[in-house]
């Protein structure tokens, strides 16, 4: 009481005498009042009249909202003090991390992250809280929340095996950030154990953690656990959805997927794009570009990922129509037309046929990476303009853009189709000796299909016994093929043989082999084939079509 007499003395004759603006004349009196009880109002009036208040007074000022009932007018003191120029130090960092825990504000926490980050103050404000005599677990979580927002996860963990080592327990947000560390670690035994940490301590699981669980669930395979988190969270927001639906794309069970899509009472650009994304990596191209269809009804845009998700699709059915159109939205709305995008728009028009709305598109882009030039020189050499893309191979080396594997597939594929055979063994020798490329299955069809293709079988069957690994179905198809175009019945008995060795199940070896024995006219070979087919427990495909309406 005394003590607050003399304060109050002391300010009135800064006042009566003009310096009560000064900021180190005053900085006394707002000190002496932060540090007594009651007294966050006059703290503030003294500080409101302080002319240019130093970064000293703005942590204490700070710090009393911090820890007041008013930890919100923290955050705004915080802004305030950043628009003035000053950039605060790591003591602001704790006292204004401290506020975003109490009024949860994961928003304003991570902008308050990142500026730690950039300004190098963490390993500072981790010194500080060493030092301090007394934790609360928001301190502790202010910690933890910033090594989490510089993807120091490893330090996540250990903060936080500490905090339990101190006797607190730690509530939802400790929890969010331990749970993203863990998946970020990608160690399943400790996130596993975290969880089961969870269950054990009964920590309330909020929307934040709740969504955090459902994730960790998906990633990890267990879906039935993820669903078992969503049907118990008493509040639900779209992330929640989202990830629940994700969860399900992850594990191929689009059915569960839709079914829970079907039921969400809202859906953001979050929502539509993992359904369409989900159709299009399974294989129901047809669903993905339906379901885009009708996300073109909403209000809802669609971004650059579900763009490059359905184009997918639309090369993959051959609906080049779909695709130009497509194509004009993103011109005509403006959608960022990033590297993604720009390769998916260059596999769609190159599997449809239309290399020259390809090239059109990859002489735009600004940026281009390996994809891009693979994906053009591939799509060159399959629809027959070979020359060409071994141009674009040239032009791609010139420009120091390291080949990939699949570079090599697109430049072997144009030499078989341009009859370059001896060009095409000098790239599939370069791959190892000049860019350290392991050739692949895919690499050994290319050249076996070069070789056949241009007459040389004898040589084709050579190359493949001498193969280091050895040759698969599509390799032997690829021999039994070109044996039937040039007649050759020794190297097509060899390679039927071999088929029915390897695959007896397919369809496809018994047809093919039949058809060149009817060939040569050696009709009991032919149908001991047909026999074969029919009596065998032999797969027989349905066959299907693929329409596109007029209109």
Not at 217 to 240: C, I, P, Q, T
Not at 413 to 422: D, R, S
């Amino acid at each position: 009481m005394e003590k607050l007499i003399f304060v109050k003395h002391l300010h009135a004759r800064l006042i009566r005498t003009h310096l009560h603006t000064d900021p180190s004349s005053i900085f006394p009196v707002i000190q002496s009042y932060s540090l007594l009880p009651n007294n966050l109002h006059r703290t503030h009036f003294v500080f409101v009249q302080i002319r240019r208040p130093t970064l000293l007074i703005w942590n204490i000022v700070i710090r009393c909202f911090s820890q007041s009932n008013q930890p919100a007018f923290a955050l705004q003191l915080f802004d305030e003090m950043r628009e003035r120029g000053l950039n605060g130090n790591n003591l602001t960092s704790i006292h204004v991390l401290k506020a975003c825990c109490r009024v949860q504000d994961v928003g304003f926490g991570g902008k308050v992250h990142a500026h730690i980050y950039k300004m190098g103050f963490l390993d500072c404000a981790k010194k500080v809280f060493d030092e301090m005599p007394e934790r609360d677990l928001v301190s502790w979580n202010s910690v933890i929340c910033a090594y989490s927002q510089c993807n120091r996860f490893k330090e996540v963990l250990s903060v936080f095996d500490r905090l339990r080592e101190a006797g607190l327990v730690p509530d939802s947000v400790t929890m969010v950030k331990v749970l993203l560390g863990c998946i970020n670690i990608g160690d399943k035994s400790i996130a596993e154990s975290m969880v089961k940490y969870v269950k054990d301590n009964n920590i309330v699981i909020d929307v934040y953690l709740g969504n955090t669980l459902i994730d960790l669930h998906g990633r990890y395979g267990s879906v039935w656990l993820a669903r078992e988190v969503f049907d118990e969270m008493k509040e639900r927001n779209v992330v929640s959805w989202n990830a629940m639906i994700s969860s399900y794309v992850k594990a191929g069970d689009m059915i569960q997927a839709r079914k829970l899509f079907d039921l969400m009472p809202k859906r953001d650009v979050v929502s539509w794009t993992t359904m369409i994304t989900g159709y299009s990596q399974s294989g129901r191209f047809s669903d993905s570009l339906s379901l885009f269809l009708d996300m073109m009804k909403t209000n809802i845009k669609p971004d650059e990922i579900t763009i490059a998700s359905v184009l997918s699709a639309c090369a993959r059915l051959g609906s080049i129509d779909t695709g130009k159109s497509i194509h004009d939205y993103i011109r005509k709305n403006n959608v960022k037309q990033d590297l993604y995008v720009g390769n998916a728009l260059i596999d769609m028009y190159c599997k449809c046929g239309s290399t020259e709305n390809a090239l059109k598109v990859f002489d735009k882009m600004p940026i281009k990476d390996s994809v891009s030039w693979t994906s053009v020189i591939s799509g060159l050499a399959v629809n027959g303009n070979a020359i060409y893309a071994l141009e674009l191979f040239s032009t791609m080396l010139t420009e120091n853009v390291q080949p990939s594997h699949g570079t090599f597939v697109g430049i072997l594929l144009a030499c078989a189709h341009a009859g370059m055979v001896n060009k095409g063994l000098e790239y599939f020798e370069s791959m190892k000796r000049d860019y350290k490329l392991k050739p692949q299955m895919k690499h050994y069809g290319c050249v076996v299909d070069m070789l056949s293709r241009s007459g040389n079988l004898d040589r084709a069957y050579e190359f493949m016994l001498q193969m280091p690994i050895a040759p698969d179905v599509i390799i032997w198809r690829i021999l039994l093929g070109n044996c039937k175009l040039q007649g050759n019945m020794v190297l097509a008995e060899i390679a039927t043989n071999k088929l029915l060795e390897l695959d007896p199940c397919n369809s496809g070896n018994y047809v093919l082999s039949s058809n060149i024995y009817a060939g040569a006219e050696r009709w009991d070979d032919a149908m001991k084939m047909r026999t074969l087919l029919n009596d065998g427990d032999v797969l027989k495909p349905t066959g299907w079509s693929s329409l596109h309406p007029n209109n």
